[in-house]
């Protein structure tokens, strides 16, 4: 299918912006914050709390309404292990909470190259123990990198304890060696040389990329996983080790023709993200 209208349009206006992976790690930050205003004016919660879990990791949790027992969606944001924090992704959290009928708490996770791999999957473990010890319903859900996390945490949880796992375009193979990435390598936003960068600033020298905490594609068992929505865009490439993770977890990913990795994060001007935003929010809503 061609490109989405309104990605297509998007992608005009970046077409003079220097290339992701030629910035250095504080303009690549700054970009992602800038990236924000894409999602449109946040709407309002109806409480916001800004927690540090373990003496150390930085959360904030949003409600969407006054009551106690609201279940929790634990949100993992996106920016390939090396940007992104609570504030690139506050609009999109406070949608979600809206949307699912939930509280979500985003996290902070430590980012590379000053932490690298295990420091965010620790971090991504530590925060869902933290929800599943509030005697709640909790799910996982992340884009991208935090896609990754919210993955390995649900590896880590199977049995029953999370409710679901929503991944959104994940990035989860860290051999970067599947079709999509030679098919969509550059013109569709994030491309193979911005998502090589990432891993390798994530990952330490001599690390197996084939590690499945690394890299959940790899995993050997995911028997008794909570339910997984998995969301994949079609120039993206990130599609394909999506779309197998999908496979390997028994499902059928959720691909959105026509658009591009990221998209789910600009509801402020694309219709398609305004309505996977409601399919997603949809799926948790359905297993809580």
Known sequence: MPLDPEIAAYLETQKHQPPRASLDIAAT????R??????????????IENLVLAGYLRARQYWSAASPALPL??????????????????TICRMLALAAGCCVLAVDYRLAPEHRFPAAAEDAALSVEWALGQGIRVAVAGDSAGANLAAGA??????????????????????????SYTAFAEGYGPGAAD????????????????????????ATDTEGGAPASVVSAEYDTLRDEGEAYARKLGVNA????????GFFTMPGILQVARDAMHEAAEFVKGHW
């Open 34 to 47: 800038q990236s924000a205003a894409l999602a449109g004016p946040p709407p309002t919660v109806h409480r």
């Open 73 to 90: 969606l634990v949100y993992f944001h996106g920016g390939r292990f090396i940007s992104g924090d609570l504030d690139s992704h506050d």
């Open 29 to 32: 930050r700054e970009r992602l």
């Open 254 to 261: 959720r691909r959105y023709p026509g658009t591009i990795h």
């Open 195 to 218: 998502m090589r960068r990432g891993w390798r600033e994530y990952l330490p020298a001599g690390a197996d990329p084939r590690d499945p905490v690394a890299s959940p594609l790899f």
């Open 154 to 179: 649900a590896l880590g949880h199977r049995g029953g304890a999370l409710r679901s796992q929503l991944l959104i375009y994940p990035m989860i193979d860290a051999t970067c060696s599947l079709p």
